[in-house]
C-alpha cells in the first residue's frame, strides 16, 4: 500500500470560486491567472473548471504552451512579458498577449519580424516598484510602442501592493488613472482582494481583472476575513492518516528537540505527512487539523515525513484514522488552508504553491 497522503483538487470548487470572483466584479472580463502550475494545482487539471474565464494569465511559455495543447484557443496573457528575444516568436506563433514592462522589451519587438501584430498590456510601476514603467514615463513607453508595426492594440495594466491590508490602493488608483486618462485602450488592475474589497468600483474593475488566489479558495485578506466570509470554497484538500498512537504520561515529550511535553494523560496521533510533503515545518504546537473531521491541533515539531496531533477531542480516533491538514473532510468540515498558513507565519498561496511532488494528487469527479 502507498504512504496515505493524498491531495484532491476540486474543479467544482474552482468554478464556484470563479463565478464568486465575476459577481464580485460585474461587466468586468476576467483573466483566470493559472501562474505556478495553477497555484499548485495542476493547470490541467483545474482549466476545464475555469473554461467560463475570458482568458488566462500566466507566466511560464511552457504553461501557455500546455494551455494551447489542451485546446484553449481564448486569449492567454503573459504576465512578464517574454524574458528573451525569441519567446516573441512562439508569442505570434500562439497568438499570446503579453505585458511589456520595460524598455529591452520594446526593443526586441522593435526588432521582431510577425505577420500578426501583437495584442500587448504595457505595464505601470505605479508604486509597487517592481516591473513597469513609472507614470512620469508611461507615456512616452506607449508612443513607442503605438508607433511599431508589429503592435496591434494596446492595453494599461498595474498592480497592487496593499490591496489586502490598511493601506490600500486608493494611492496606485490615482496614478494610474491619471497617467492613463486621456490614452485610448482596455485597463486593468484589480487583483483578487481589490476584485473582492473594490469590484463594485467602476474605477478600479474597468475592462479586465485578474483573479488569482480568489479561484483557489483562499481569503487573500486573511485573517481581517476569511474564506467563508467570502464564500470561496477549498479548490485543495491535503489528506492523510494515522500511522501511529502513542499515550502519554505527565513529563513525556514529543518529537524532534523536545517541543512539546504533556502536562496531563494524553494520546496523541502519528500523522504520514510531513515537510518532504509540503507541510510547513514552522507550524508549532497548536496548528489546528482534523482528525476523522473534528478539530483539534498538532503537537510537537513538523518532521520530514511525520507529524503528531493531540487525539483528546478525538477519543474513538486510531490507526487509519482520516486526518486532514488543510480543506474539506469526509464528514463535510472545512479547515481553511489560511488557518494553517497563519501558523507557519505565510499565506495559502505559498501552501499551495508548495505540495510536494511526491504527493499523488486525484480529481474529485
Ligand atoms: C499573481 C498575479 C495576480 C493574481 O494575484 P492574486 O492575489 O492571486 O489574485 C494578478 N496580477 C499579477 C500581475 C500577478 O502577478
Known sequence: ?????????????????????????????????????????????????LRSADGFALLDLAEAELLRQLGWRGPILLLEGVFEPRDLELCS??????????????????AHKTQVPHRVFLKMNSGMNRLGFTPDRYRSAWARLNALPQVDEISFMTHFSDADGPRGIAHQVQAFHRATADLPGERCIANSAAILRHGGEGEVRLDWVR?????YGSAPDHPERSAADWDLRPAMTLASRLIGVQRLQPG???????????????????????????????CDTGTPV????????????????????DLTPVPQAGLGSEVTLWGRAANGAVLPIDEVAQAAGTVGYELMCALAPRVPVVVES
Open 1 to 49: 500500500m502507498p504512504r496515505p497522503i493524498l491531495a484532491t483538487i476540486h474543479p467544482a470548487a474552482v468554478q464556484h470560486n470563479l463565478e464568486r470572483a465575476r459577481r464580485a466584479a460585474p461587466d468586468a472580463r476576467l483573466w483566470a491567472v493559472v501562474k505556478a502550475n495553477a497555484y499548485g494545482h495542476g493547470i490541467e487539471r483545474v482549466w476545464e473548471g
Open 93 to 110: 506563433r500562439l497568438s499570446l498577449w503579453h505585458a511589456v514592462h520595460c524598455d529591452a522589451q520594446i526593443d526586441w519587438l522593435a
Open 211 to 215: 483573479a488569482g488566489i480568489v479561484l
Open 252 to 282: 513525556d515529550s514529543v518529537g524532534y528537540g523536545s517541543r512539546f511535553t504533556a502536562e496531563a494523560p494524553m494520546t496523541i496521533g502519528v500523522v504520514a505527512c510531513g515537510y518532504a510533503d509540503g507541510y510547513p515545518r514552522h
Open 290 to 309: 482534523l482528525v476523522d473531521g473534528v478539530r483539534t491541533r498538532t503537537v510537537g515539531r513538523v518532521s520530514m515525513d511525520m507529524i503528531t496531533v
